[in-house]
Structure formats: C-alpha cells, structure tokens
C-alpha cells in the first residue's frame, strides 16, 4: 500500500497528514477544490518535504473528474478529509452541508468500487458521541444524534461506509474520531487559516495575540467544570497527522470497519488554553466572559488506550507546543496563507 488519494489534502489536517505521508514513503495523490484553502499549501509541502505531490484541482461530488484522477492513478488506498466543517454555518445551509459531505463521500466510495481500491480512511468526529453521559468518551459508546447538521453528515457516512463493509467482504475502513485538532507544522508554513472570523478557540486566541482580534470571549463560566468554562480534548494537529500513518498501516491487516479516537486523553479549560498560550509565547491574550455558544457541551475528552493499543499511536505534543506553532503560523501569516 503505497498510493494515497489524500481528498482535501490542502487543508488544516489534510496538509500535515501529505507531509506526514511523505515522511513515511508513502506517495499521496493530492485532491482538492480550493474552497477552503490555498493553492500555495501544495508550494509550502514542497518547500518542507522536497517533494511536489501530485495535485489535482478538483471537487469530489464531481464524479467525472475524479474518476480521471482514479484512471491516472494506480490507488492503493484513500484518506478522505475533504467536507465542509462550520458548526453554525451547517445550521444555516443544512442542504448544502448534506449535498457537499454525503455525495463527496458517496462519489469516493462509488470509484473506489469501481476501481478496485478497497480501504478508506474517514476523518470523523467526537461529535458523533453527542452529549457525552460519561467521561472520558470510549469508542464503544453510543453515536448520539448530533447537535447540528454537520455532525449529523459525520455520522451519516460513517454508516454509509459500515454498510458498505458489510455489503462488501473485500472494503474496509477506519473510522477516526478526532477531538479538538489546534496548532501548526513548526516551520510556521502551514496551519489553520479559517476564511473570516475564526469559529473555534485556537485560531481565535492565535489572531487575538497579533492584534488582528480585540479580545478573546470566553463562551461560559458556569459550566461543571473545575474553573467553570468549557473543557476539551485538544490534539496537535502534527499528533493527528501521525495518527493518519499509523491508521494506513492498521488498514493494510484489517478486515471491515474499525473506529479510533485521536485524541490525547486529557481535557483541558478555555483559560487554560489561554494561560497555556500566554507561557508558550509571552503574549498576554485579554478576555472577557461572555454568554455559553449554543450546543455546547460542558467537558469533552477521550480514552485513547485503544488507539494506542492496535495502532501503536498515541499524542505526544503539549497544548503549550501547540499554542507555541499556533502563534509562530499566524505570525508568519497574519492574513493567512497568501
Ligand atoms: C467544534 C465542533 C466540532 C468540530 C470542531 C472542529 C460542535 C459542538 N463543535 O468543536 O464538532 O469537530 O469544532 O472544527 O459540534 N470557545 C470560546 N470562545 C471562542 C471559541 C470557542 O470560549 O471564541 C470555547 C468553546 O465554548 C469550547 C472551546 O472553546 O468550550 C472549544 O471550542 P471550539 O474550538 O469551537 O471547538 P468545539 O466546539 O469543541
């Protein structure tokens, strides 16, 4: 297994996992429509890697032109990243989360069929597990209805592609869940660089520190938490990326579907992320509490001891190494990747 069709592989974990796979000799064919992120990330993976993986501009809910890049290609396997990924804009334009999500991965799975490519990779969430009854979340518990449309794509394709195992004796896929991906590669040349405002907490505290953002709102601190805001599971997203190596090898023995958690098994506060970020760089980031976001949970966090049991995979980057390449990126970048 050598030939990887990474889809949306420009993007925030798409982009660290081709280099990841570079790393590894692994030879990523590299598919994406640009829609949320930068032609110049394929110029950036060269610049890192001395490699220029092969690229192709292209949405895959176009079935014509993916099935040119599966002709060109001799595919061994496919990690599929590419979606849409916003929290509140899913709840704005379910249809065009539903569209663009399942028909991307339908079209996927229908030419993986057609050409004789048997395992998938699927970049899942914790959202699936809903509102977690117990922590930390194991991958046995139960996939809950989801609080807005795009975790309830999440969960559909998940079952698309179980369904598609158990139709199938030859297709098999592993399902990762991912809790919350922050930070950067180290040389500061790629990371996450959200159109806008940023939605989540890492991007957000990152534009904060350069100025480009007043102050941070800390959305709750009245949640059951030990200081009262919001706890997650935060994963560099370079952990994530290795995750993704560790999981093709994983593929290469496995029969059906499985699921892991990526994660790091620690759950960590929004104000300490901010003090995290504060010590990792020397920048003070002022805040103010504000009102709790919508559909948010209280405390989030994974049990990883099977991910590191089967892929012999586990986090080993800090929050504080994440805040420290998060700044360094948008610094670097404070319009982001141009
Ligand atoms: C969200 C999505 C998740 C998705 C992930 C990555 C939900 C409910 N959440 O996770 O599915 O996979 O993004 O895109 O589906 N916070 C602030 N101020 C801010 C921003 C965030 O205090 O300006 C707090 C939040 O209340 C939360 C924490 O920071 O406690 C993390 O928020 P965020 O980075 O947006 O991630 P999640 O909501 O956990």
């Known amino acids: 297994m050598k030939r990887i069709l990474v889809t949306g592989g420009l993007g925030f974990i798409g982009s660290e996992t081709t280099i990841e796979l570079i790393k590894n000799g692994y030879e990523p064919v590299v598919v994406d429509n640009l829609f949320n992120s930068k032609s110049a990330v394929l110029d950036r993976i060269e610049e890192l890697t001395k490699v220029r993986p092969a690229f192709y501009q292209v949405d895959c809910c176009d079935e014509k032109a993916l099935e040119k890049v599966f002709g060109e290609n001799e595919i061994d396997a496919v990690i599929h990243f590419a979606g849409y990924k916003a929290v509140a804009e899913s709840v704005e334009k379910p249809l065009e989360y539903y569209r663009n999500n399942l028909l991307s991965s339908i079209v996927v799975l229908r030419l993986m ?8 990779i699927f970049s899942s969430s914790a959202t ?7 922590l930390p979340l194991v991958e046995t518990d139960p996939v809950q209805e989801a609080t807005n449309p795009y975790g309830e794509t999440k969960i559909m394709i998940e079952r698309i ?12 896929g592993i399902l990762l869940r991912y809790f919350n991906p922050i930070g950067a590669h180290p040389s500061g040349l790629l990371g996450e660089d959200p159109n806008g405002i940023p939605n989540n907490l890492m991007p957000y505290v990152s534009q904060v520190a350069i100025g480009r953002l007043n102050h941070l709102n800390v ?23 290795r995750g993704h190596v ?4 994983r593929l290469e023995t496995l029969k059906g579907v499985d699921v892991y958690n990526l994660g790091t098994g620690r759950g ?3 104000l300490e992320v ?25 405390s989030n966090y994974a049990d990883c001891s099977k991910a590191e049991r089967e892929l012999h995979w586990r986090a080993v980057l800090t929050v504080e190494d994440a805040c420290r390449d998060a700044y360094n990126f948008q610094k670097m970048n404070p319009e982001g990747i141009k």
Not at 113 to 120: Q, T
Not at 128 to 134: D, I, K
């Open 274 to 298: 901010v003090k995290a970020f504060e010590k990792a760089t020397g920048v003070k980031i002022p805040y103010v509490i504000a009102p709790r976001r919508p559909g948010d949970v209280a």
């Open 128 to 134: 699936v597990y809903g509102v977690p009854s117990r």
């Open 246 to 249: 560790a999981a093709l090898k």
């Open 161 to 172: 592609i179980e369904d598609e195992a158990k139709a199938d004796p030859d297709f098999k």
């Open 113 to 120: 069929k057609r050409h004789d490519v048997h395992g998938i």
């Open 219 to 241: 959305n709750g601190d009245d949640y059951p938490t030990p200081d009262g805001t919001g706890v997650r599971d935060y994963i560099h997203v370079v952990d994530l990326a």
């Open 268 to 270: 960590t506060s929004v």
